[in-house]
């Protein structure tokens, strides 16, 4: 039982660039989200679906996004990266949107310059 | 929409001390009140949740109360130690989302 695994752990854009930030979980969790840290700062929801097939926008929605055709990925995508959006991705899931605990992936650092 | 609030931002205690930090939010329909830690440079950890039909809840040094009439709730860590240092975030439920706090940096002093 791996949890929430997310990969890459490091990666360095240029602007401009795209890339797919991967999500993936073996606990059987209808609902995944994607957050984003910055230094010193709180959580911020980008995404996030409660089941496959289902999308929708957290509060920072601009410049991402997402998918989710099975249960257990649910891939990020950034479309043309800025360096606005340098930042610590968290993915995490749970049984379902809001009555039951998140277990959180270990993070993607993303740096864009 | 639901607005929570956390305070203090930062709190420094000694070892062995109590630390205390509280919450408040807006919903009243929020039910479900979880506290997570994140250490530096970690993912955040779910530590202890509490949902509307109890009061309080403990495991082992950290308790959780809530007040359901003020609309607050407290993360209370007994006997403090060095690995309690970590930024703690609360959170309540409110139109199937999560809504955080800002987080409260809990700094251990030896």
């Known amino acids: 039982n791996a949890g929430v695994t997310q990969t890459p752990k490091f990666q360095v854009l240029k602007t401009g660039q795209s890339m797919t930030l991967q999500c993936a979980q073996d606990m059987n969790h209808e609902y995944m989200s994607w957050y984003r840290q910055d230094p010193g700062m709180g959580l911020r929801l980008i995404h996030y679906s409660v089941g496959a097939g289902i999308t929708d926008q957290g509060e920072v929605p601009n410049g991402y996004n997402v998918s989710r055709s099975t249960t257990e990925d649910f891939p990020l995508r950034l479309l043309s990266a800025a360096p606005s959006q340098t930042s610590v991705y968290f993915c995490?899931?749970?049984?379902?949107?809001?009555?039951?605990?998140?277990?959180f992936g270990s993070g993607t650092r993303l740096t864009v310059v | 929409g639901e607005n929570v609030e956390q305070h203090p931002s930062t709190l420094s205690v000694q070892e062995g001390d109590s630390a205390v930090i509280k919450c408040t939010y807006s919903?009243?329909?929020?039910?479900?009140f979880p506290w997570y830690k994140q250490e530096l440079g970690k993912r955040p950890q779910l530590i202890i949740d509490?949902?509307?039909n109890v009061g309080e809840k403990k495991d082992q040094r950290i308790a959780v109360t809530l007040n359901k009439t003020a609309k607050h709730f407290s993360l209370h860590i007994t006997e403090t130690q060095p690995e309690d240092s970590a930024v703690y975030f609360c959170?309540?439920?409110?139109?199937?989302?999560?809504?955080w706090g800002a987080g409260t940096k809990l700094i251990i002093k030896p």
């Open positions: 959170a309540a439920n409110s139109n199937y989302q999560l809504i």
């Open positions: 509490i949902r509307s």
């Open positions: 919903d009243s329909a929020s039910n479900y």
């Open positions: 995490a899931s749970s049984y379902d949107d809001s009555t039951y605990g998140y277990t």
